[in-house]
């Protein structure tokens, strides 16, 4: 059964920073799409960044380029998110989740319905 288990999340001042932990468990993990979506109150659910763990390329939203990184551990089965320059509009609740390799791709990694396997999320509140 696939796992993803979120952590790192937190209450932070505009400008910090934060780096939110995905541990997966569960399927081949060196051969998936892994992402980072947030969702605030009254809003949808929106792609941050995903990573193909097997050919290491990686997508952004244009709202966190230049300031998260996506990156994972293959050896401990875990991916990351860094999260610089933290903005009051990046505050939301951050989910990890993944997907068949073939959705990493610029066309289909954003999409939250492309992905099968969710994580419980963790809280990112970002006060000015």
């Known amino acids: 059964q696939v796992q993803l288990v979120e952590s790192g999340g937190g209450s932070v001042q505009a400008g910090e920073s934060l780096r939110l932990s995905c541990a997966v468990s569960?399927?081949?993990?060196?051969?998936?799409?892994v992402a980072w979506f947030r969702q605030a109150p009254g809003k949808e659910r929106e792609g941050v960044a995903a990573?193909?763990?097997?050919?290491?390329?990686?997508y952004y939203a244009d709202a966190v380029k230049g300031r998260f990184t996506i990156a994972h551990n293959n050896a401990k089965d875990t991916g990351y998110l860094q999260m610089n320059s933290l903005k009051p509009e990046d505050t939301a609740m951050y989910y990890c989740?993944?997907?068949?390799?073939?959705?990493?791709?610029?066309?289909?990694?954003?999409?939250?319905?492309?992905?099968?396997?969710w994580g419980q999320g963790t809280q990112v509140t970002v006060s000015s």
């Open positions: 989740a993944a997907a068949p390799r073939a959705y990493c791709n610029p066309s289909y990694w954003s999409s939250p319905g492309e992905y099968t396997d």
């Open positions: 990573r193909d763990t097997g050919l290491s390329l990686s």
């Open positions: 569960g399927f081949g993990y060196n051969t998936n799409c």
